[in-house]
């Protein structure tokens, strides 16, 4: 197993997305380095009394594998598990309420989804919300990107410090007033309410 990431705060917005290829012509004018699109699969992890849910902590278990068109055989699975401490509200900061900040802990795990989820389940906790996407992520020296195709509608994350989420985000044409502290779990439902249905996890459709 690849050595523990540190606890490290997340600091990010969500912005929504309706024309993928104007920004995606923003985004190559930035000179952004740029990785191939992948499918993920999440589920988020909880004790069967919510625990985490009720002190607003999310443990999740991450799948990517490569977005291919053609055969999904032998298609190399990548495992991410992650633990968050519950949103800083920071009123008193200069940017009270803008950004989603919250301690994170990443670990790339070597085993494979289906062994994490049973490690999990022998642990007590049980599955409560599953989502998928597809997502494309870029770089810049000072900021992460992905931009993440939902069934829920396509979003852009900025991840990294203010200055430079805000300087990027003006960049591609996007007001302050454009930023969403939003979790998936939040747009979905939101979205279910739009449709008058009832949430339950945000998967695509299997043909």
């Known amino acids: 197993m690849s050595k523990p990431k540190k606890t490290k705060p997340e600091i990010e917005i969500k912005l929504r997305i309706q024309e993928i290829p104007k920004l995606l012509r923003k985004i190559r ?3 952004i380095q740029s990785r191939p699109r992948v499918l993920e699969q ?8 919510s625990h985490l849910r ?3 902590m999310l443990l999740r278990l991450r799948s990517e594998t490569p977005a291919l068109h053609n055969s999904q055989s032998n298609r190399q699975e990548r495992v991410i598990l992650t633990a968050k401490a519950p949103p800083q509200q ?3 900061s200069k940017h009270p ?7 994170e802990r990443e670990q790339i795990v070597p085993q494979s989804s289906r062994q994490w989820a049973a490690v999990l389940a022998s642990l007590g906790f049980r ?4 989502y998928d996407k597809f997502r494309t ?4 020296p000072d900021l992460d990107l992905a931009l993440d195709e939902t069934p829920a509608g396509t979003f852009l994350e900025l ?5 430079a989420i805000d300087r990027t985000a003006a960049a591609l044409g996007f007001p302050k007033q454009a930023y969403l502290r939003s979790t998936y779990w939040d747009l979905y439902a939101a979205d279910c309410r739009r449709r008058r249905i009832t949430p339950k996890n945000m998967l695509f459709r299997t043909k």
């Open 42 to 49: 999440n589920t988020l992890y909880d004790t069967p009394q």
């Open 29 to 31: 004018s930035l000179s």
């Open 90 to 92: 920071r009123q008193t």
């Open 159 to 163: 991840e990294g410090k203010p200055q």
């Open 97 to 103: 309420a803008r950004y989603k900040i919250r301690a």
């Open 54 to 56: 009720r002190r607003d």
């Open 137 to 140: 992520t870029f770089r810049l």
């Open 127 to 130: 599955p409560n919300f599953r």
